[in-house]
């Protein structure tokens, strides 16, 4: 599973991999081509629709970024640059990166159920409000219960799975929608030496 790091300036979050910086559990992505028929002008087979690129959306836990991105989209803020990078995994190399220009939060959400009205697994230990960490049986281990082999590994954000709860917790997921005046991608593979890169206007 990929390690998602996002960079927005002004706003400080919780990244247990850039410090200062926000964790994301996930990104979502659309471009679409708007059919609206076909032109005698057009190239054979192109439709004379448009490209229409959606909002990035990102989803990550609620952490310190949170009241800040909430007035950030409330007031409709200027973000300037945002960088989305994407990363083989915990301390790996970056490989995909996105850059927002003119960037803005057009839509956020939070949430406590997912789509089943099942409760998502809370991202803070709720007797020692310690970030938990993943077993190997998929359970929950605090990092104060295990301090000895938390001081020298790696904190790590819980895989975002439903599970049964008896009682839910108000630190939960949310979802950030950014778009941008335009949005450049990068590809890098350094095992192989290829550089990629690629960007679009959206407005």
Do not use: C
Not at 20 to 44: C, R, Y
Not at 146 to 156: E, F, L, T
């Amino acid at each position: 599973m990929a390690t998602i790091v996002v960079d927005i300036p002004g706003i400080t979050g919780e990244s247990i991999e850039e410090a200062g910086k926000i964790d994301a559990l996930g990104i979502h992505e659309s471009i679409e081509v708007l059919a609206s028929g076909f032109s005698q002008t057009a190239a054979p087979g192109k439709s004379a629709g448009t490209g229409v690129h959606g909002d990035i959306q990102i989803i990550k836990y609620r952490d310190s970024s949170s009241p800040k991105l909430a007035q950030a989209a409330a007031n409709n803020q200027n973000l300037q640059t945002v960088e989305i990078k994407v990363l083989t995994g915990p301390g790996g190399d970056v490989f995909m990166t996105y850059e927002l220009e003119n960037a803005f939060v057009s839509r956020m959400e939070h949430e406590t159920l997912d789509e089943a009205s099942t409760a998502f697994f809370n991202h803070h230990d709720p007797s020692t409000r310690s970030k938990p960490s993943p077993t190997s049986l998929g359970g929950v281990t605090s990092l104060a219960a295990n301090q000895v082999s938390a001081a020298s590994g790696r904190d790590q954000v819980l895989p975002l799975f439903p599970a049964p709860r008896s009682a839910y917790t108000e630190h939960e997921v949310e979802r950030v929608w950014l778009n941008a005046t335009s949005v450049t991608w990068t590809y890098r593979d350094t095992g192989n030496s290829v550089n990629e890169t690629a960007e679009a206007r959206l407005i």
